[in-house]
């Protein structure tokens, strides 16, 4: 698997602010995107729809991507949080997971994923 990390995307992006659109212009040769959503955020829901926002004014074909949202930075939050914010994000895009680097469980979970993603991508090549 490929992977890129594309940081800063901020609301105005897909106009110029700050580094977006040099950035949008990566996320168009992704075959797939993971979004990560700060648990520490006071309004999940916007943080994910601002940035499908200016996904989709800078390229419609962004938002027909496959994705995956996270819930990043689980470990700041508790557990009650973490399922709210993660049954708001469930209502946008089913495949929402939490993550938290320093919870086993939760990184072997990303693994699988990861795992049925690549065996995916090496079955589309057969």
Request: with cysteine.
């Amino acid at each position: 698997l490929i992977i890129a990390d594309i940081p800063g995307l901020i609301e105005g992006a897909s106009a110029g602010k700050g580094l977006g659109t040099k950035f949008l212009r990566h996320i168009e040769r992704t075959n797939l995107l993971f979004h990560l959503v700060s648990a520490e955020s006071a309004d999940p829901r916007k943080d994910y729809q601002t940035i499908r926002v200016e996904l989709g004014k800078h390229n419609k074909k962004l938002l027909k991507k496959e994705e995956y949202v996270f819930l990043s930075k689980c470990d700041n939050i508790d557990q009650p949080n973490i399922r709210k914010k993660i049954g708001i994000l469930k209502k946008l895009n089913p495949r929402c997971y939490p993550l938290s680097i320093i919870d086993d469980k939760i990184v072997a979970s990303l693994r699988k994923i990861l795992n049925k993603i690549k065996t995916e991508k090496v079955a589309k090549k057969q």
